[in-house]
């Protein structure tokens, strides 16, 4: 079926992956809405940027007119909510643009698209769906080395970022109980792939490593995670956009549990094998660069996705293991330096953040 969609972060990590997979495989429509702060990126998006079939849009989600006025003009018959601030150190260092953007611009988004959705004929309200997209870490903390997170496990933010997007979440059900506006809500689990912006783990490890500079390990390296790739993660959105029942949540995963320290070292074992001309003068392996650093505030232990639900119901499952998919990335990250040597130019540098500290 042709639909069209509204994606909001579309020159985000995930959002820019979910529009290269709407607009290489299938007929839809697409208008991306991005306010590009410092992680949009419009050059993730070059394949496709002159498609007749997209449009890109730079508003914020907080400006509800402007957001309105395009909802009538263009006419979705899905909205696709990935605008958000998602990066947990940047929420420990300043939150409140985690509080304007995932808790007001959520909100606003969500009335907005109710009163739309309120004007459309009857035929096409009954095909409408907002599709809010979240994050595993609204659970909070698995206890037990055999936990699974499923789409009923109570919510225990412990970071600001969590705790914003635990609100949107708690909204987006909050907006089809009381106003019957049909929505659908997933949580993934740490993605990774090509075009992610280079504060996260594994792109901040690869290109610091390809510099010669330390590769920082919070605390032990022992916390877990579940990692999925990004265009495993781009599939299974758009299954849930269209298929999925309204007023459900599905947990998406990629089945790849690895303790932060085994992921850093992969990817120095990856870089030793395809980067070995790289290496700095007088370093025999990448492995050498790995420093451990102060773990950081609130810090949670193991995220780990039962994903069931959205195999059992919707037929998806991952299409990458975690050996294929992080070599992609490596292979990817090597291959396209001047996309992430554009993005160290600005603003942006490799040095961390999330230190609780003035």
């Not at 909204?171 to 109980?177: G, H, K, P, T, Y």
């Not at 990692?227 to 956009?241: F, K, N, P, S």
């Not at 850093?264 to 370093?283: H, I, K, M």
Request: charged residues 20%; hydrophobic residues 35%.
């Amino acid at each position: 079926m042709h639909l069209r969609f509204l994606i909001t972060g579309g020159a985000g990590f995930i959002g820019s992956a979910v529009i290269r997979e709407l607009l290489s495989n299938t007929p839809h429509q697409v208008a991306n809405v991005d306010k590009l702060t410092y992680a949009g990126n419009l050059e993730s998006l070059a394949a496709v940027e002159n498609s007749a079939a997209y449009s890109f849009h730079q508003l914020d989600i907080c400006d509800q007119p402007s957001i309105g006025q395009l909802l009538a003009e263009f006419q979705p018959d899905v909205v696709m909510h990935l605008a958000a601030e998602s990066h947990v150190d940047r929420s420990i260092d300043g939150p409140a643009a985690f509080m304007q953007t995932n808790i007001l611009g959520t909100y606003s988004l969500l009335e907005a698209c109710r009163s739309y959705w309120q004007s459309m004929p009857d035929v096409r309200r009954s095909r409408f769906r907002f599709h809010h997209v979240s994050t595993d870490e609204v659970y909070g903390d698995l206890e037990s080395d055999n936990a699974l997170f499923t789409e009923t496990t109570p919510y225990a933010p412990s970071s600001p970022y969590s705790a914003s997007k635990a609100s949107s979440d708690h909204l987006v059900r909050a907006w089809q109980r009381t106003f019957g506006l049909p929505v659908v809500v997933t949580n993934c689990s740490n993605n990774y792939g090509p075009y992610h912006f280079p504060e996260k783990l594994i792109p901040h490890i690869i290109l610091n490593a390809i510099q010669g500079k330390s590769l920082p390990v919070y605390g032990d390296g022992g916390q877990i995670r579940d990692w999925l790739y990004v265009e495993d993660h781009a599939r299974a959105l758009i299954e849930v956009a269209t298929k999925g029942q309204i007023g459900e949540t599905y947990n998406i995963g990629g089945h790849n549990e690895k303790r932060n320290l085994e992921v850093v070292e992969t990817l120095c074992d990856l870089l030793d094998e395809l980067a070995a001309q790289q290496r700095p003068a007088g370093l025999q392996r990448y492995r050498e660069l790995i420093t451990f650093v102060k773990d950081r505030p609130g810090h949670d232990r193991r995220y780990a996705i039962d994903a069931s639900k959205i195999q059992r119901e919707l037929g998806w499952v991952p299409r990458e293991t975690f050996d294929s998919g992080i070599r992609k990335t490596v292979e990817w990250y090597l291959l396209n330096p001047s996309w992430w040597q554009r993005v160290l130019s600005g603003d942006y540098h490799l040095g961390r953040l999330g230190h609780n500290q003035d």
